[in-house]
């Protein structure tokens, strides 16, 4: 059993890839992760990245969540997708121009808070996060926020932009394990072996966390799988709700996989027998 309590995807004929970061390395099987923690289950749409999403996922079982990550203007890290307020919440604005008083003040569907990131910790101290880093803002306060809570093997971060994830991993000196840029994940796709990947990017990735297909190109094919495997690293596959597709990339090898129906996931991973306690 995982040290992070719940549940976790449990394939008894997988061998764990070491990659030096025990949020990867300890629970055996697929990672099932809760992305915005669930945001299409049945009778949770509109209450993606909610205190009341995460905490349905992990009363269904799930060890790890998934979040982005925002700062507001005066230094406070929040949960939440969008650089404003608009889309899903009651309010309006751009977070970073924003106080947190102002921000609490916003209700995600009309009823519930944008959650802190430390509000999720200190909710669910046995959980992991996936947390991608959505703004510039954020990255020394996500940095110091680890260092304060020494809650280096409970995180995975990652971020579309380069600048983000570099500047991050100098602040962290490696200690933390971290996802991809789409330049790096390139590199893995491009390249003949995935020990050259991994030496040209300059061993930082510890995992791919990539999207099944690109429109008609597919990303997560057996050769990706095969060299992300060859040089230690994950391959982590999102967003995905089909049970079909589950499957199919569970039989391929994919080391976790992010979805927005959570009841969908679990339902698979029982079924198949790779869910325990």
């Not at 926020?145 to 000196?173: C, K, N």
């Not at 930082?204 to 095969?226: D, E, I, K, T, Y």
């Not at 230690?232 to 039989?251: C, F, P, Q, S």
Request: glycine share 8%.
């Amino acid at each position: 059993m995982c040290p992070v309590s719940g549940h976790h995807a449990h394939p008894q004929s997988r061998r764990r890839r070491r990659t030096g970061h025990p949020y990867l390395d300890d629970p055996p099987g697929v990672l099932a992760f809760a992305h915005r923690g669930g945001a299409f289950h049945p009778g949770l749409e509109g209450l993606e990245n909610t205190m009341a999403a995460f905490r349905h996922a992990v009363e269904l079982g799930y060890a790890y969540l998934e979040t982005d990550v925002h700062a507001t203007r005066d230094g406070v890290l929040l949960a939440f997708h969008d650089t404003v307020l608009d889309r899903v919440t009651d309010s309006a604005g751009e977070i970073a121009a924003l106080t947190h008083d102002e921000v609490r003040e916003a209700l995600v569907d009309g009823r519930e808070s944008v959650p802190t990131l430390a509000e999720l910790f200190d909710a669910f101290p046995e959980t992991r996060f996936n947390l991608d880093l959505k703004a510039a803002g954020a990255v020394d306060l996500l940095a110091r926020f680890i260092e304060d809570r020494d809650a280096h093997d409970r995180v995975l971060v990652g971020s579309f932009r380069r600048a983000h994830l570099t500047r991050f991993r100098r602040l962290t000196g490696g200690r933390v394990a971290t996802s991809a840029s789409p330049a790096e994940v390139a590199v893995f796709v491009l390249s003949p072996s995935g020990r050259l990947a991994d030496l040209l990017t300059g061993r930082r990735v510890s995992a791919l966390q990539v999207p099944h297909r690109r429109g008609r190109l597919r990303v997560v094919g057996p050769g990706l799988v095969r060299r992300a495997h060859a040089a230690g690293k994950h391959v982590h596959v999102w967003t995905v709700d089909d049970a079909d597709e589950m499957r199919e990339l569970i039989a391929r090898g994919v080391d976790g996989l992010m979805t927005d129906r959570t009841d969908i996931l679990k339902a698979v991973l029982v079924a198949d027998g790779h869910w325990e306690d």
